[in-house]
Each structure stands twice: as C-alpha cells, then as structure tokens.
C-alpha cells in the first residue's frame, strides 16, 4: 500500500510547491509581547536620569538658606533627643534627613547657644566637620524619597488612564525643574508635597477597599501635616474625600452616612496618631524647651490653636507661624520690589517656572478629567487638594517661591495623563511632542535647576529679574563662585554682599561688604546675589549702576567691575 502523499499548507500569496512562513507578527502585538519588560524599563530610565539631576545637583550646591536650620535640628534629634531647634516645622521631615546625618557622623557641640540659624552654621563651619560631605548625607533621604513619590505619581495616573498615562506623568514629574531643584535639598517641601499626593491617591483607592485603604491614606496625611504645617488645609478635604469613596465602595443602604463618618473619622484619628508619633519617636517625654520665644496668639485663632488635639511643641509652632505672618516681609515680582504680599505672586510664579508643555498639557488633563464621563469620578481627589492648598497659600505673607506651591506642578503632571483619552492618534503624538518638550526645557538647563524660568520668559538666565528668593537665588552657588575667582580672577580686590547661610571665607573667598565703606573706594570686583541686587536701593543700588558687568554664577550671583 502506498503512504499517503504528503501536501504544504499553502497560504494566499506564498508560490506554489513552497511551504509557507510564519504568519507576520504585527508591530502592536510585538509591542504587546514586551510590554513586561519594555514599561519598567523605561520608567526606570525615567528615574534614573532624575536621580542623576539630583545627585548631580546636591554635590554641586551649597547649603541653602533653610538647609543649616534643618539639618543642625536633625543633628540635635539624634544627639539630644529633644524639641528645641525650629518648631515652626514639626519634625518628620527632618527625622528622615537625620537618617543620613547619621551616617555622616558629624562632630556635634549640644552646649552651644544661639538662634537655630547660629546653630547650623556652628555645626557645618566651625565644628570640624566637612559641609560638603554632610550637606550630601542630609539630601540624600529626600531625593531617594522624591523618586518614590515618582512612582506613587506613575501609579495614580495609570490607574485613571493607563499605562501610557502613568509614563506621561512620571516623565512630567521626572523633568520637573522644581521637583528636581528641591527633591535635591535637605529641605521639607517635596517630602510634604509627596505625602499629599500619596495620601489623594491612596483616598482614590479607597473607593474599592475603603477597610485598607481609608487608614493608609490617614497614614500618609499625618505624615504631610507632621512634615509641614502648611498641609494642614489638605487635611478637611481628604477627609471628605474618605466619606466619598466609602459611599463609592457601596456600603449597605442603611448605614452609607455611619460609614461615610466612619472613613472621615478614620483618616482624622490615623493622621492625628502620626503626628504624635512624630514628636514621640524624638522625645518619648515631649519635653518641649525652645532656644528662641515663641510668640504669642490672642482671639480666636489663640483660642483655636490651643484647642487641638496635638503635642505641645506643634501648637508653638503653630504660632510661630502665624508670628511670622504678622511679619511684612519685602518681595519681588516682574521687576517690582514691594512690602506684604500680592495675592497672585504665586500663580503668576508658577506660570514663570513651570514648564510650558507641563502647563498645556496639566491644562488638557485637568479639563478632561472634568469632561469625560469615565474619569469624572476621579476630579475631585486630583484637583481639589492642589486647588485648597493654592487658595491657603495665596493668602500666605510670604512672596518667597514656588516652593510654597511645589503641589501644583506634582498633581499636573498626573492630570496631564488624562490628556490621552479619548485614545486618538493625534492626541498620543501631541503628547508625546509636549514630553519631549518638557524633557528638553529640563535639560537645557542643567544642572542650574533653582533659577529655571521657562521659554516664554527667558529661560533661567532672565529669572533674576522676575523673581527672587528661592525662586532663583537661595545661596546655592557660593561653591560656584569661589571656583570662578579662582580661575578667573585671582588676586584681585572682591566686594561681596552675599545672600544666603554660607560662610565665605570657609570655600576660600576673602572679600569685604561694599556698604561699609565709601563708594569712592569700591575698586576691584563687585559680587552680588541676585536676591540682593533686586532689592537693592541706596548706596548698593548706586555702586552697581555705576558698574560694568563683567559676568554671573550659576544664574544667580552677578559679577561687576569698578
């Protein structure tokens, strides 16, 4: 019998008596395939590039104004165990700088007396210890925790988009000049922004396990408020949004409102728990003894503040904030130097120094969030802590920075996910364009991240004269300079007024205050903060008219010649 003859499958196309290939994988599919590895990948690349800006960034840098104060309280923390140095602030976020003081290991003098500043500069200048190697310690916490408060960005946005959505907002969030300028400080602004996000998206999660969820999210928030008092406005609002997602979660018809009040209830008595854990893991005996007076607080805001339910030492610094509210505190905006406060000082801040594509596309995302049916749910817990928290900080006193706003870049860049959907073609390549942009602007001004102003003001090298403080000039380039004297200028007569907590003579800069002497006999090169020279009026502002500019560090510190 003879076997049965053996055929080819033949597929349309393929010539007769060829057996045919393998059928050809489309591009999507094959993008489906390494779908696994390819979104780790690239948000791993994401924050790889960010913690080098950072690292890059807190090297270079010297200790900014705030920083000594902050560190020198942290320092006291681990040596001391008590609540003396800067109550303004309670002390979470310094709690996690003090992890990497400790590993520093600075030499630390607990009998030294002075005002908090004294105190830091005492510890990084004049006690033995290297401030550059101990101001790098310090950030590091905060920058390892700016990159996870990345994730937590990433997370948020895919959930309410997908993944494209959750990469858009963690490049937005990764090339954030802001972000990236203070999540590379020793400083408390990302930490307690961070939280705030933390603590909206773990609410949004809520609304499908409320029983885990409604506690971590009070977690999160108390550990905002006990990193920053001025996330204490966030705190009514997440917890309405707690009520919202424990209705959302579908409780039993007769106890909605019990259940509704039990989420409230719940992210209040976690957070309130946090704060005093906060203040206990420092001195489990809340002993409270501070260097400087704490004012006093009369009506009703006394009346209030002595009625909440917090440690001793966070009611004092309640009302060393509201003292330095009374404060009329001088600031600068578009070229005008004025005393108080401008109610729109920070939106129209935020316009300069926020990226220009982070804008339109937060914009899109914020207006879609809003207007598309399937993600309408989510509005509130985007919008609304940014928006509260805008409002409080508006009616702050002190014009200083963004950095009294860093949250609203951070929940742009999750809104600005929304911006894909509907899922069009042309939507996901203006998208895609606008990150670029984003990552572009970023770029270009490394690693001067502090002074960054976007395309349609200038860049960072025009920002002194728009804004001032930490916008642009908070200390940060006294390294800088020393390097640029040397190189450049050596020998020569330097007249310095300085703006910040660094000691000149320390990075090797021997210079004298021109304000102290006749203007005839300012001869040489005058140096001058930016921050100072905005301000500057009588004789200071006459020795720089009369003065040929020679040059700038860093975009903040400017260089003339007499």
């Known amino acids: 019998m003879m076997a049965r003859e053996q055929h080819p499958v033949l597929t349309r196309g393929a010539p007769a008596g060829e057996p045919a290939g393998p059928a050809p994988v489309r591009p999507a599919v094959r993008l489906r395939r390494h779908r696994r590895w390819l979104v780790p990948l690239l948000a791993a690349l994401l924050l790889a590039q960010m913690a080098a800006a950072m690292v890059t960034t807190a090297v270079r840098q010297t200790p900014t104004i705030d920083e000594p104060v902050y560190v020198a309280t942290a320092t006291d923390y681990l040596h001391e165990h008590r609540l003396r140095y800067n109550p303004e602030h309670p002390p979470l976020g310094k709690l996690l700088i003090a992890a990497g003081v400790a590993v520093a290991g600075p030499r630390y003098d607990p009998s030294y007396a002075g005002t908090q500043g004294d105190v830091g500069r005492h510890l990084l200048y004049e006690s033995g210890n290297d401030p550059w190697r101990l101001m790098l310690w310090a950030r590091l916490p905060v920058i390892v925790l700016t990159l996870l408060f990345g994730l937590v960005a990433f997370a948020f946005a895919r959930e309410l988009t997908g993944t494209a959505g959750g990469l858009v907002a963690l490049a937005l969030y990764a090339f954030s000049p802001d972000v990236i300028a203070h999540g590379s400080l020793a400083t408390l602004d990302v930490p307690a922004t961070g939280l705030v996000l933390t603590s909206a998206w773990l609410v949004w999660r809520a609304r499908r396990r409320p029983v885990l969820y409604v506690p971590l999210a009070g977690a999160a928030l108390g550990a905002a408020v006990a990193t920053k008092m001025s996330e204490l406005p966030a705190v009514?609002?997440?917890?309405?949004?707690?009520?919202?997602?424990?209705?959302?979660?579908?409780?039993?018809?007769?106890?909605?409102?019990?259940?509704?009040?039990?989420?409230?209830?719940?992210?209040?008595?976690?957070?309130?728990?946090?704060?005093?854990?906060?203040?206990?893991?420092?001195?489990?005996?809340?002993?409270?003894?501070?260097?400087?007076?704490?004012?006093?607080?009369?009506?009703?805001?006394?009346?209030?503040?002595?009625?909440?339910?917090?440690?001793?030492?966070?009611?004092?610094?309640?009302?060393?904030?509201?003292?330095?509210?009374?404060?009329?505190?001088?600031?600068?905006?578009?070229?005008?130097?004025?005393?108080?406060?401008?109610?729109?000082?920070?939106?129209?801040?935020?316009?300069?120094?926020?990226?220009?594509?982070?804008?339109?596309?937060?914009?899109?995302?914020?207006?879609?969030?809003?207007?598309?049916?399937?993600?309408?749910?989510?509005?509130?817990?985007?919008?609304?802590?940014?928006?509260?928290?805008?409002?409080?900080?508006?009616?702050?006193?002190?014009?200083?920075?963004?950095?009294?706003?860093?949250?609203?870049?951070?929940?742009?860049?999750?809104?600005?996910?929304?911006?894909?959907?509907?899922?069009?073609?042309?939507?996901?390549?203006?998208?895609?364009?606008?990150?670029?942009?984003?990552?572009?602007?970023?770029?270009?001004?490394?690693?001067?991240?502090?002074?960054?102003?976007?395309?349609?003001?200038?860049?960072?090298?025009?920002?002194?004269?728009?804004?001032?403080?930490?916008?642009?000039?908070?200390?940060?380039?006294?390294?800088?300079?020393?390097?640029?004297?040397?190189?450049?200028?050596?020998?020569?007569?330097?007249?310095?007024?300085?703006?910040?907590?660094?000691?000149?003579?320390?990075?090797?800069?021997?210079?004298?205050?021109?304000?102290?002497?006749?203007?005839?006999?300012?001869?040489?090169?005058?140096?001058?903060?930016?921050?100072?020279?905005?301000?500057?009026?009588?004789?200071?502002?006459?020795?720089?008219?009369?003065?040929?500019?020679?040059?700038?560090?860093?975009?903040?510190?400017?260089?003339?010649?007499?």
């Open 236 to 562: 009514p609002v997440l917890m309405a949004l707690a009520a919202v997602s424990v209705l959302a979660s579908g409780p039993p018809a007769g106890r909605r409102v019990l259940s509704a009040l039990a989420g409230a209830a719940a992210v209040a008595v976690v957070a309130l728990a946090v704060v005093w854990a906060a203040y206990l893991a420092v001195d489990p005996r809340l002993r409270f003894v501070p260097a400087e007076p704490v004012p006093a607080l009369h009506g009703l805001r006394g009346r209030l503040v002595d009625l909440l339910p917090v440690p001793p030492a966070y009611r004092a610094g309640m009302r060393v904030q509201f003292g330095l509210e009374r404060y009329p505190w001088q600031g600068y905006l578009f070229g005008r130097l004025y005393t108080g406060s401008l109610w729109y000082y920070l939106p129209a801040a935020l316009l300069v120094k926020t990226p220009l594509a982070l804008l339109a596309l937060g914009a899109a995302g914020a207006v879609a969030v809003v207007a598309v049916r399937r993600l309408r749910p989510a509005a509130p817990y985007l919008l609304l802590p940014p928006l509260v928290l805008l409002a409080a900080a508006m009616t702050g006193a002190r014009d200083f920075g963004t950095r009294y706003a860093l949250f609203v870049p951070v929940f742009l860049a999750v809104a600005a996910a929304g911006a894909l959907v509907p899922r069009r073609r042309w939507r996901v390549l203006l998208t895609g364009a606008l990150v670029l942009w984003a990552a572009v602007s970023s770029l270009r001004t490394f690693p001067y991240y502090l002074p960054y102003a976007n395309e349609a003001f200038g860049g960072p090298a025009h920002t002194h004269r728009l804004l001032h403080d930490s916008n642009v000039d908070w200390g940060q380039d006294l390294g800088r300079l020393a390097d640029r004297l040397r190189q450049r200028y050596p020998g020569e007569r330097v007249w310095l007024v300085y703006k910040g907590s660094g000691v000149p003579s320390y990075y090797g800069i021997h210079a004298a205050d021109p304000r102290t002497v006749p203007p005839g006999r300012v001869h040489g090169l005058l140096v001058v903060s930016d921050s100072a020279a905005a301000k500057a009026r009588g004789r200071l502002a006459e020795l720089i008219a009369s003065s040929r500019p020679v040059g700038e560090v860093g975009h903040s510190i400017g260089l003339w010649r007499r």
